[in-house]
């Protein structure tokens, strides 16, 4: 059972490289009858042969990560119940149990029935896959494993008035294709529907509330441009940290920060202070802080999580 599972995890990350492949076509011009389901059998090993025999046969100049892409991930992954993707926080819906913080809404932009739609559920597991790594440090990608709720059934479509919408909780839909990579995911919060009551929430997008885009200048002397990495394809520049839960043995990472000018920090300060006192739900439950991309820092990295309280 733990193979099959780690073969449909395997199979979503080849997923976002397979277009770009000649197996498809091959399949189509040797009349197979199922293309589609022959690829998600086959493409996994097709793509391990081919991406080998491109780099030690045909001698062609096929980079490490591909190749380590090809070879599948070591079989031992790491679990988490906890995230945090270019500073936005994201909790399994076991963690935040008792918890007044709700971090566990995701959101993901998809197809279905060939109409562009957004897929909305919750967040069980976070899974990390190592790769083989060389001196240049691991080689790693995160999956979320999701619940998707049912937006398209005759009980449970979606309610739009053109303000709102507002989803059913009660009902679930592709359970045999919970995946999606980390930085894909689009965080959300469930509130309770007070029209519709029950198992209906209305969707309430997550919005960055600490986090700047500064303009990127040429001169080294000014400030390096803060630039949010948000909604990428893939994990080149996207900062991820993971928490495994209440671990005594895990340890801080050092990150290099930015140097940003005095009269910067204090517009920032006063713009914070600002938001604080407008918001409702009062800065003790806002979980996101302050967090800055850099394109020097890691992929990876585990989180400390000494304190598992309601405050993070």
Same mark, same amino acid.
């Given at each position: ?71 599948? @991930? ?21 963690r ?15 197809t ?25 440090g ?8 999701c ?30 294709? @919970? ?11 469930y ?98 802080g ?23």
């Amino acid at each position: 059972m733990e193979l099959i599972f780690l073969e449909h995890q395997v199979l979503h990350i080849l997923n976002m490289i397979m277009k770009k492949w000649i197996y498809k076509k091959e399949l189509e011009n040797e009349g197979c009858p199922n293309v589609q389901k022959t690829l998600e059998k086959q493409f996994s090993r097709w793509f391990k042969k081919h991406i080998t025999k491109l780099r030690y046969v045909d001698r062609q100049d096929i980079n490490d990560e591909l190749f380590a892409l090809s070879c599948e @991930p070591d079989l031992r992954v790491q679990i988490y119940s906890a995230c945090l993707v270019n500073g936005v926080r994201f909790h399994t819906v076991d963690r935040e149990k008792n918890r007044r913080t709700q971090n566990s809404g995701i959101m993901v932009e998809g197809t279905h029935d060939n109409q562009e739609i957004d897929f909305y559920g919750s967040l069980k597991e976070t899974i990390e896959l190592r790769y083989n790594a060389d001196s240049s440090g691991d080689r790693t990608v995160v999956l979320f494993r999701c619940d998707w709720f049912d937006t398209h059934g005759k009980k449970f479509r979606m309610k739009e008035d053109g303000f709102f919408k507002s989803i059913n909780h009660g009902s679930l839909l592709y359970k045999d294709d @919970p995946f999606i990579l980390a930085t894909q995911a689009t965080k959300v919060f469930y509130l309770l529907d007070t029209k519709y009551h029950e198992k209906w929430r209305v969707v309430q997008k997550f919005s960055h509330r600490h986090l700047w885009s500064v303009a990127e200048n040429d001169n080294e002397d000014k400030p390096n441009a803060v630039v949010l990495s948000y909604q990428d394809d893939d994990c080149k520049g996207v900062h991820v940290q993971l928490t495994k839960g209440c671990l005594e043995n895990d340890q801080p990472v050092s990150e290099g920060g930015f140097r940003v000018d005095a009269s910067v920090v204090d517009d920032l300060r006063i713009q914070r202070e600002a938001e604080g006192q407008q918001d409702e739900l009062g800065d003790s439950e806002d979980e996101t802080g302050w967090q800055y991309v850099s394109d020097n820092e890691g992929p990876t990295f585990p989180l400390e999580d000494d304190d598992d309280s309601d405050y993070e």
